[in-house]
């Protein structure tokens, strides 16, 4: 089953590890899971790109100049994690809980780098998480003369390019043809004898 994600992340350089600000994920049965790294508001504010692009879509609120804090009162607050570890715990039981996963982002590189910074190496990813993410952008080069689906006004939510990555899959493969599937009926059968009488 697919599970389509997107992650909005500080970027630091080559000296520090890719941090998480918020992981949307968006599995083909409808569930869908959102969580904002509680760690992240202090380099959220700093990060110039960060701050103008993904802070509006974040419960931020500057009570007193120069202070930062998460905004308990905001719509999306509930969506902060009480912790680090507990963010973790949330992703793994979400993807560990679909069956043959297969994970799918748009420039998906980053997106997985961090997914799996999240559980320490590459070595150390869970059991049942795959290796890789599947890119939407290879399907987007190769059908280029399909429209995809517009992108709403919060293209830097977590949860929104989520579910944007999910429509976009299903408009680039909407054309293609379905897998045929054979039915086995259950008990023996008789053939069918066909030849000349």
Not at 92 to 105: G, I, K, M, Y
Not at 121 to 142: Q, W
Not at 144 to 151: A, E, K, R, T
Not at 170 to 182: C, D, V
């Amino acid at each position: 089953m697919r599970i389509y994600y997107d992650c909005e992340f500080v970027e630091r350089g080559r000296d520090l590890p890719i941090q998480l600000v918020s992981i949307g994920l968006v599995r083909e049965d409808g569930q869908e899971l959102y969580r904002i790294n509680p760690e992240c508001l202090s380099n959220v504010a700093k990060h110039a790109w960060l701050s103008v692009n993904v802070a509006p879509y974040l419960p931020m609120t500057s009570p007193s100049q120069g202070i930062i804090a998460w905004d308990e009162h905001h719509t999306e607050y509930p969506y902060v994690a009480v912790s680090l570890d507990a963010l973790v715990d949330d992703v793994r039981a979400f993807l560990q809980s679909t069956p043959d996963l297969e994970l799918w982002a748009d420039y998906g590189a980053y997106d997985h780098v961090v997914l799996c910074q999240l559980f320490g190496s590459m070595n150390e990813l869970p059991a049942g998480i795959p290796m890789f993410t599947r890119d939407i952008r290879e399907l987007v080069i190769r059908n280029p003369h399909i429209d995809l689906p517009p992108q709403g006004w919060n293209v830097h939510h977590a949860l929104e390019d989520a579910r944007w990555a999910r429509d976009t899959y299903r408009a680039l493969t909407a054309h293609e043809p379905r897998e045929l599937t054979a039915t086995v009926s259950e008990g023996p059968q008789e053939a069918e004898i066909v030849g000349e009488e």
